[in-house]
T-cell receptor, first 114, second 111 residues
């Protein structure tokens, strides 16, 4: 079955530690995205990538980093510089060359930092 | 900048019809999407309007008026499983594919 997988579903870290969230897709999509969702709020774009080895900052990139070495994978690192990292993180993808009105989302990773 | 406004909560009963409105302010507007998200789950795509008018997909319909910077999602024959959050999102055509999401409307369907 084609889709997007994110792991783990729940993640707990101590303050000051970097943590990497996994995102893998087998939809053969070129574009991939990372969003952050806080309670009662919409999704905010952290980073996006249109093609391998290229990515762009979204609206709230500070304290985060990404890599896109393979088409299928777009891991997100939450660094210790992120002031308020506890949130629900969603990865998404869409076919390239199209306006991404339809994005496919993974199940999300709920990160708690104490 | 870009901003979207939608009601925070809507309540309805099974079998009823509910309309969730969305107004937006954005430059480079391309179209309006709607997504559904159940608690703890991933958002799933419902519909997209690039042109003015009504798009119908089963029990769900979506409307767009570009001149009024306004759209809505219409849910008919409500079922309990429709209880979820609904997000409108605008396509920003600033040179890359980007969705800007509203804060979401939480729909509670009661028996």
């Amino acid at each position: 079955d084609g889709g997007i997988t994110q792991s783990p579903k729940y993640l707990f870290r101590k303050e000051g530690q970097n943590v990497t969230l996994s995102c893998e897709q087998n939809l053969n999509h070129d574009a991939m995205y990372w969003y952050r969702q806080d309670p009662g709020q919409g999704l905010r774009l952290i980073y996006y990538s249109q093609i391998v080895n290229d990515f762009q900052k979204g609206d709230i990139a500070e304290g985060y980093s990404v890599s896109r070495e393979k088409k299928e994978s777009f891991p997100l690192t939450v660094t210790s510089a992120q002031k308020n990292p506890t949130a629900f993180y969603l990865c998404a993808s869409s076919p390239s060359g199209q306006i991404s009105y339809e994005q496919y989302f993974g199940p999300g990773t709920r990160l708690t930092v104490t | 900048g870009q901003s979207l406004e939608q009601p925070s909560e809507v309540t309805a009963v099974e079998g009823a019809i509910v309309q969730i409105n969305c107004t937006y302010q954005t430059s480079g507007f391309y179209g309006l999407s709607w997504y559904q998200q159940h608690d703890g789950g991933a958002p799933t795509f419902l519909s997209y309007n690039a042109l003015d008018g009504l798009e119908e997909t089963g029990r769900f319909s979506s409307f767009l008026s570009r001149s009024d910077s306004y759209g809505y999602l219409l849910l008919q024959e409500l079922q309990m499983k429709d209880s979820a959050s609904y997000f409108c999102a605008v396509i920003f055509s600033g040179g890359y594919n980007k969705l800007i999401f509203g804060a979401g409307t939480r729909l509670a369907v009661h028996p």
